[in-house]
């Protein structure tokens, strides 16, 4: 039993440093158990490592003391809504002068996301359509103590 679970991390492709943390907890278990788990005891404990080691990382503030801020990763992970949270603070807590540009024109209604947000904390915000829009704008943006960037998110299996 606790063999297939071990294989079923390793299929879902968990890195191996975590299969083997895992293991070692759940070999553990099953001997404080008497040798006996049954698989929702083992999908528990399972669960419980894995939460263990995921390390959240909080909001730095040293984020915001630079002057570009760029996110960049998968679709769908948070990049723009992050960016809001972290324009806001530098805004409402560090009164910080904040432009946000963005560079995704690749999905819909993604300008307006960001468009909203920026409307809302009362700050200028560019589109780049092209790469020399984007170098044109950094440089009109130099003024500001911290310019936020969004990017188009990307297909995780895109190896490119
Ligand atoms: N629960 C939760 N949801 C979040 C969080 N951040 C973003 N979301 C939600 O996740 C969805 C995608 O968030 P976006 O900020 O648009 O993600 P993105 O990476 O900019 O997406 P793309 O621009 O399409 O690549 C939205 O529905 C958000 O409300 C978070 O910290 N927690
Ligand atoms: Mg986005």
Redesign the pocket.
């Not at 490592?49 to 960049?72: A, D, G, H, T, Y």
């Not at 560090?94 to 560079?103: D, H, I």
């Not at 359509?129 to 003024?143: C, I, N, T, V």
């Given at each position: 039993m606790i063999e297939s679970a071990i294989r079923r991390l390793r299929a879902q492709g968990l890195d191996e440093h975590h299969v083997e943390a895992s293991l070692k907890m759940l070999i553990k278990k099953w001997y404080q158990s008497d040798e006996k788990l049954t698989p929702a005891e083992i999908r528990q404990i399972l669960k419980e490592q894995l939460v263990k080691s995921l390390n959240p990382n909080r909001f730095q503030s040293e984020i915001i003391q630079k002057k570009f801020v760029m996110l960049v990763?998968s679709?769908?992970?948070?990049?723009?809504?992050?960016l809001a949270k972290l324009a806001g603070r530098a805004v409402l807590e560090e009164a910080k002068k904040v432009a946000f540009l963005t560079a995704?024109t690749f999905?819909i209604a993604?300008i307006d996301?960001l468009r909203t947000y920026a409307d809302i904390l009362n700050v200028p915000i560019e589109v780049a359509y092209s790469a020399e829009d984007f170098r044109r704008q950094l440089a009109g943006l130099k003024a500001y103590d911290c310019v936020f960037i969004d990017t188009?998110?990307r297909n995780f299996q895109d190896k490119k």
């Amino acid at each position: 039993m606790i063999e297939s679970a071990i294989r079923r991390l390793r299929a879902q492709g968990l890195d191996e440093h975590h299969v083997e943390a895992s293991l070692k907890m759940l070999i553990k278990k099953w001997y404080q158990s008497d040798e006996k788990l049954t698989p929702a005891e083992i999908r528990q404990i399972l669960k419980e490592q894995l939460v263990k080691s995921l390390n959240p990382n909080r909001f730095q503030s040293e984020i915001i003391q630079k002057k570009f801020v760029m996110l960049v990763g998968s679709t769908g992970v948070g990049k723009t809504t992050t960016l809001a949270k972290l324009a806001g603070r530098a805004v409402l807590e560090e009164a910080k002068k904040v432009a946000f540009l963005t560079a995704d024109t690749f999905r819909i209604a993604a300008i307006d996301q960001l468009r909203t947000y920026a409307d809302i904390l009362n700050v200028p915000i560019e589109v780049a359509y092209s790469a020399e829009d984007f170098r044109r704008q950094l440089a009109g943006l130099k003024a500001y103590d911290c310019v936020f960037i969004d990017t188009a998110g990307r297909n995780f299996q895109d190896k490119k």
